[in-house]
C-alpha cells in the first residue's frame, strides 16, 4: 500500500474517480465548461464494469433512456440494449468528446487536506481541488460471512462472477436474492438446472406501465425520485435495504420457469442452506 509520502505528481482543479456512466457525463460538462480535470478508472478498458458481467445482462432501461448528454444511444426505441451494446457505447462515447480517461488506475486513498485532496494512486499522488466520486452504488461484491461455512462440496460464487449456466457444475443451484439480478439469473439457470431462488422480493411494476405510460414513468423516475425531494429521500431508503423495483421481470415468471421460490436464507445447518421457515437444502452450487 502507499503511504501519504508518495511522491506528488500533478496538482488538478478537478479528478473524477469512476469512468462508468456518471464520470463520464460529469466529464463532458467538465469539458464543455473548460475545466481541467481527469477521470480515473481501475478496470483496463473503458466499459469493462459492463463488460465483465454475466453474457446475458440487459439494461432494464429501454435504449431512448440510456443516453448520456450529448450523444444518442444507437438502438432502436423500446429495446433493452445489452451489456456489451452498454459497454461499446461508453467507450466511443469518452473517444468522441476526447475524454481523458486514465485507465487502470486503482485509486488506494483519499485524505482532506486544508482546501484541497490527496488522492492516492500505486507509486503517486494526486492534488485536487474538487473530487467527484462516480464508482457507482455496488462497485464491489458485499459477500456475507455465511459464505465461509457453506460446505466445501458446495460450489459457490457471487453473482459478479457468474457469466452463464456452463460455468457451472452439474446439479441443484440455490440463487440467494430475489431482486432483479438474482431473478434474471435464476431464470437463466433453469434452463439447464434444477433451480431455487430464496428472498424476498421487491415489487414489481407491471408491463402495463411502461406499455402506455412509459415515458411518464421514467420523466417521473429521473425527476421526482431524486435524493433531492421528500419522496425520493423516502424511496432510497426502501431501495437501498430492498433492491429496486422490477422491470422486464416478475416473482410470477419464476413459476413459470419452474424455479422454486423460498424464504430468506437463515442459517446453515451443516454447512447446508437452512431458510426461515425451517426447511433446508441440498444443492450443488449456490449464487
Known sequence: MVTQNAPITKHLPAVIIGGGQAGLATGYFLKKAGKDFIILDENKNIGDSWRNRWDSLQLFTPAQ?????GMPFPAFKDSFPGKDQMADYLQIYAARFSLPVHSGVKVNHIYSSGNHYEIELPGEKLLADKVVIATGTNPHPNIPSISEHISPDIFQIHSSSYYNPESLPAGDVLVVGAATSGIEIALEISKTHKTFISGRPPFHIPDKVFKYAGEVYWWFASNILTINTPIGKKVKEKIIHGGSPLIRVSYDDLEV????????????????PQFENGSALNVSSII
Not at 433512456?65 to 448528454?69: F, K
Request: aromatic share 0%; no cysteine; proline share 10%.
Open 65 to 69: 433512456h440510456d443516453s448520456l448528454p
Open 257 to 272: 420457469a419452474g424455479v422454486e421460490t423460498l424464504p430468506r436464507l437463515n442459517e446453515l445447518n451443516n454447512g447446508r
